[in-house]
């Protein structure tokens, strides 16, 4: 399968946000795992004075996440899907917390420059075209030292992690992305996972774009060997 790209998984995923939270709050464990996740940055005093940056923010989940592990920071969520940045604008939000339509490659441009103290990616790497050109440019918007948490589907490299990760979306999510109009979405969610990176061939990805302390962790319950953390330092 042709895997959807720029433009056109921006509208696909445009489309998908009206069911998108539906569907997410139906996978156990979801939102428990972007949270274990968002703790790992382990910012302290609650992220007071800390600038956080939210990348592939989508419907807030993940900015959601952030303030409930440092409700002080300052969160900056950016995200190429207008439809998905509108839900996320329509929910109640503390002070601190902006959104900017933009994709990751071109947010510099549209004011997104940094420097931040942390960046925090949900379920972002495996739908760009070029993770490593992504990878520079958090880079180029973390301070020295600043803090990288990637949260992502990449599977552990065992038979069983694909075999899983397959029946998953075989048997709940596929059929509901047919039935909600939004087949296309769904299909190229499962297939980027299997064509995506490993998690041991991601850390090692990171450690190529110059992180430090690069290290992997687990999700439990189902999502185990499928699910990761990925923690950085910036140099």
């Excluded at 923010?57 to 950016?78: E, F, K």
């Excluded at 917390?97 to 495996?126: I, W």
């Excluded at 990449?154 to 047919?178: H, N, Q, T």
């Excluded at 999502?223 to 923690?231: L, M, V």
């Amino acid at each position: 399968m042709t895997l959807l790209r720029d433009a056109d998984l921006a509208h696909a995923f445009d489309r998908a946000s009206r069911t998108y939270d539906r569907m997410t709050s139906a996978s156990p464990g979801y939102h428990r795992h972007l949270l274990r996740s968002a703790r790992r940055l382990a910012l302290p005093d609650g992220g007071r004075g800390w600038s956080v940056l939210d990348l592939g923010c989508g419907t807030g989940a993940s900015t959601r996440a952030l303030l409930r592990a440092a409700p002080r920071a300052s969160v900056t969520g950016v995200d190429a899907s207008a439809g998905m940045l509108g839900r996320a604008r329509d929910k109640p939000w503390p002070p601190g917390v902006s959104f900017v339509h933009a994709p990751v490659e071109g947010m510099a441009e549209a004011g997104v420059r940094g420097p931040y103290d942390a960046v925090f990616a949900a379920y972002l790497f495996r739908n760009v075209a070029d993770p490593d050109g992504v990878l520079a440019r958090v880079r180029e918007v973390l301070r020295p030292g600043g803090r990288l948490v990637v949260h992502e589907y990449a599977l552990g490299g065992r038979a069983v992690d694909r075999a899983a990760w397959s029946a998953v979306m075989g048997a709940v999510v596929l059929p509901w992305g047919r039935r909600h109009g939004d087949g296309a979405l769904y299909r190229h969610l499962w297939h980027s996972v299997l064509d995506f990176d490993t998690a041991p061939a991601f850390a090692a990805r990171l450690r190529r774009a110059g992180f430090t302390h690069v290290r992997v962790l687990p999700q439990p319950g189902w999502q185990t060997g499928i699910t990761h953390t990925f923690t950085g330092v910036a140099p």
